[in-house]
C-alpha cells in the first residue's frame, strides 16, 4: 500500500466501482418497474377487451367462450355478476377469493389495478366494470401469476450480474494500466530526484506532454542540467583558483629562497626581488578580485550611484591612462561631447574601464591604437571602447565573460591575467543596469560597448530618468 500505483489504482477503483453500482441499480429498478408497468397495461387492455365483448352480449355462452380463451393463455379471467357471485373462471376460485372479495365500487370505465405488489403476492391483477345502458352487470378480473414476472427478473439479474462482472474486470484492468501511465513518470522522477540528492546530475527524462507532469518533468531535467553545469563550474572554478593560487605562490617561495640562500649580486638581488613584487601583486589583484566576485555572488556588492559628469570623468581617466599607452607606443584617443551625465558609482564605473583598457593595453602590439568614445543615444548612454590588437577568435566570443575563461592560456599567463576580469566588469555593468556587447574580429582588434540608461541634469541637480 506503499506505492503510488496501488494507491491510485485502488482510489480510482473504488470511485468507479461506486458509480458503476450506483447506476447498475438505478437501471435494475427503473427496468423492472417500467417491465411490471407493461405487464398491468397489457393485463388491464386485455380485461377490457373482454369486458367490450361481455357489454355487446354478456350471456353464459359469451361467458364460457371468454373463459375458454384465457384458459389457454398465461393470464387468466374470472368474471363476477353485479353482486360479486363467480358465473365463470379459468382458474380455481380458491386462488382469488382474496381478490375478488376486494369493494370495486365507484370503478371508472376505463378498469383499476386491483394488485400491484408482484413481490410478495402470487398475482397481478386488474378489475374492468362491464356497464349495460348505463348500469353496472358485473366485473371482469384480469390475473396473472408472478412467477413469470419474478423469472423475467431473475434473467434480468443474470445478464445484470454477468455484465457487472465484465464491466468491474475491464475497469479493473483499464485501471490498473492507466495508474501505471500516470504513475511510471513520476516513479522515473523519483528515480531522478533520488540520484540529483546522491550528487548524480546525469539525468534523463523523457518529455511526456503538455500537462502538469510533463511540465514538471521538464523542471526537474532543467534543475539537474542547472546542478551539474553548477557542478562543472564549481570543479572549473576550484581548479582555475588553485591553478592561480599555486603559480604566484610558486614564484615568491622559488625567488625567496634564491635571495635567502644564496649570495647573490646587488643587481640579481634586485631582480629577484621585483619579481617577488611582481607576483605577491598578481597574488593580492587575485585576492581582490575573488572577493569582489565573492561579494557579487552574494548580492552583497552595493552600487552607490551619483550622478557623474561624463566629461570630467573621463578627462580624468585619459590623464592616468595615457602614460601606458605613450609605454607600449600605442596611441589612444578620447571622445566624449560636453554635457554628458550618467547616473553611477563613480569607482565602479572606473573598475569597468580600467579592466577594458587594461585589456586593451594587454592584446595590442606597439603601433595599434585605442579610442574610448561616449555618446548620448535616445536617452541612453554609450560609452565605447575600440582597439586595433589582436582579437579574439569567434568560436571564444560566447564564452569571454565566464570566470577563469581564457582565448590563449599561455599567452594570458604570460600577460598576467587572471580570467576573472571581464566577469567583474559584466556583473558591475549588470549591477548598474547596464548591458555589455563585444564585437571582435582576430588580428583586427575588438570593440567592448556599454550601454546605461541616461540621466538629465536640471537647474536644481535633480535627476529625471
Known amino acids: 500500500m506503499n506505492k503510488l500505483s496501488i494507491k491510485l489504482g485502488l482510489l480510482f477503483f ?80 380458491e386462488r382469488i377469493t382474496n381478490y375478488i372479495e376486494r369493494p370495486v365500487n365507484d370503478i371508472s370505465w376505463e378498469g383499476h389495478i386491483l394488485e400491484d405488489n408482484w413481490k410478495e403476492e402470487a398475482f397481478i391483477s386488474t378489475v374492468s366494470p362491464i356497464e349495460i345502458n348505463g348500469q353496472t352487470a358485473g366485473h371482469v378480473y384480469m390475473f396473472q401469476s408472478t412467477e413469470s414476472i419474478h423469472s423475467l427478473i431473475n434473467r434480468l439479474n443474470d445478464h445484470f450480474l454477468l455484465t457487472g462482472l465484465i464491466a468491474v474486470c475491464l475497469t479493473f484492468v483499464i485501471i490498473i494500466i492507466l495508474s501505471k501511465a500516470l504513475t511510471k513518470p513520476l516513479i ?153 551625465v550618467l547616473m553611477a558609482d563613480p569607482s565602479r564605473l572606473e573598475q569597468i574601464i580600467f579592466n577594458l583598457l587594461d585589456n586593451a593595453i594587454k592584446y595590442s602590439s606597439s603601433g595599434d591604437k585605442a579610442i574610448l568614445t561616449v555618446r548620448n543615444n535616445n536617452h541612453t548612454i554609450h560609452i565605447t571602447i575600440k582597439d586595433s590588437g589582436k582579437g579574439i577568435p569567434e568560436k571564444d566570443i560566447p564564452y569571454i565573460f565566464e570566470r577563469f575563461y581564457r582565448v590563449d ?29 563585444i564585437k571582435s574580429e582576430e588580428n583586427k582588434g575588438t570593440e567592448f560597448e556599454l550601454i546605461f540608461i541616461g540621466a538629465d541634469k536640471n537647474e536644481n541637480n535633480s535627476i529625471s530618468r
Open 14 to 93: 473504488l470511485i468507479i466501482f461506486g458509480l458503476e453500482t450506483f447506476m447498475f441499480f438505478f437501471l435494475h429498478s427503473a427496468l423492472v418497474e417500467s417491465r411490471v408497468e407493461e405487464e398491468l397495461i397489457a393485463l388491464q387492455t386485455r380485461g377490457n377487451s373482454h369486458r367490450s365483448i361481455l357489454e355487446k352480449n354478456f350471456d353464459d355462452e359469451i361467458i364460457s367462450h371468454v373463459t375458454l380463451m384465457e384458459s389457454e393463455a398465461n393470464t387468466d379471467v374470472v368474471i363476477t355478476d353485479k353482486n360479486g357471485e363467480v358465473l365463470n373462471s379459468s382458474i380455481p376460485k
Open 409 to 437: 592560456k599561455s599567452r594570458t599567463r604570460a600577460l598576467g591575467g587572471s580570467g576573472m576580469g571581464l566577469a567583474i566588469v559584466k556583473e558591475l555593468v549588470h549591477a548598474h543596469g547596464g548591458t555589455i556587447k
Open 188 to 340: 522515473k522522477m523519483k528515480e531522478a530526484t533520488s540520484k540529483i540528492s546522491k550528487g548524480d546530475f546525469s539525468v534523463s527524462l523523457p518529455k511526456s506532454g503538455n500537462d502538469e507532469l510533463g511540465n514538471l518533468a521538464e523542471s526537474i531535467q532543467l534543475l539537474a542540467n542547472d546542478l551539474n553545469y553548477l557542478k562543472q563550474e564549481r570543479n572549473e572554478f576550484l581548479a582555475s583558483i588553485s591553478h592561480e593560487l599555486r603559480t604566484p605562490l610558486t614564484y615568491i617561495k622559488g625567488y625567496t629562497d634564491i635571495v635567502y640562500k644564496r649570495d647573490l649580486s646587488n643587481e640579481d638581488r634586485d631582480k629577484y626581488l621585483n619579481i617577488i613584487l611582481e607576483e605577491t601583486n598578481r597574488l593580492s589583484d587575485l585576492v581582490k578580485n575573488l572577493f569582489n566576485l565573492a561579494k557579487i555572488d552574494e548580492n552583497s556588492f552595493v552600487i552607490q550611484k551619483e550622478l557623474l559628469d561624463l566629461t570630467d570623468f573621463i578627462d580624468k581617466i585619459e590623464q592616468k591612462f595615457t602614460p601606458a599607452f605613450q609605454e607600449k607606443e600605442m596611441r589612444f584617443e578620447v571622445d566624449c561631447p560636453e554635457g554628458q
